[in-house]
């Protein structure tokens, strides 16, 4: 059964780092591309950021870019994301996602999330 | 960059209604789009990718069509655990969401 496992969540402040981690079993890891999208309390999804299997493509939004640093350990079969410079904008629910057939989109899996609050 | 705009953003509907929700792209995106589904506290299940391709294990009530800058999801008869949020996806732009509640 795949499972993908995020963790590192908590309150942090404005300004603040917080390395998210994501551990995903039941599949081979290092054959997909992976993902970190977001939803804010009561909003809608926001992808955030994506990584191919051996690191070689790595995408960022623009609201997150030059602050946020994704990466993966294929040998722990683990995806990271390292948040700098928090704002209170990125509070949020953190989703690890994974992609359908070893291709860029559509996600196919999910974690259940780790949250992230962003406040003094 | 692309945009991707739902409507309805909101839809009440009955058991066994026909539902159907656009998502209309802002440049044309051939038939790269996906739906979820999102019922509260739980993560996005993806439906449908590549427009009209029926995710594994997904009822066949689902379905999807369209291509360019126009796509539909439509539910040929609503059950009740179809009540939801529902988002159109082209990898890096969601749609708003449709919340579809129970009438």
């Known amino acids: 059964e795949v499972q993908l496992v995020e963790s590192g969540g908590g309150l942090v402040q404005p300004g603040g780092s917080l390395r998210l981690s994501c551990a995903g079993s039941?599949?081979?890891?290092?054959?997909?591309?992976m993902h970190w999208v977001r939803q804010a309390p009561g909003q809608g999804l926001e992808w955030v950021s994506g990584?191919?299997?051996?690191?070689?493509?790595?995408a960022y939004a623009d609201s997150v870019k030059g602050r946020f640093t994704i990466s993966r350990d294929n040998a722990k079969s683990s995806l990271y994301l390292q948040m700098n410079s928090l704002r209170g904008e990125d509070t949020a629910l953190y989703y690890c996602a994974r992609g359908l057939l070893s291709s860029w989109y559509p996600f196919d899996y999910w974690g259940q999330g780790a949250l992230v609050t962003v406040s003094s | 960059d692309i945009q991707l705009t739902q409507s309805p953003s909101f839809l009440s509907a009955s058991v066994g209604d026909r539902v159907t929700i656009t998502c209309r792209a802002s440049q044309d995106i051939r038939s790269y789009l996906a739906w979820y589904q999102q019922k509260p506290g739980k993560a996005p299940k993806l439906l449908i990718y590549?427009?009209?391709t029926l995710q594994s294990g997904v009822p066949s009530r689902f379905s999807g069509s369209g291509s360019g800058t126009e796509f539909t999801l439509t539910i040929s008869s609503l059950q009740p655990e179809d009540f939801a949020t529902y988002y159109c996806q082209q990898l890096k732009p969601f749609g708003g969401g449709t919340k579809v509640e129970i009438k």
């Open positions: 590549a427009a009209s």
């Open positions: 039941g599949f081979t890891f290092d054959d997909y591309v």
């Open positions: 990584i191919s299997w051996n690191s070689g493509g790595i």
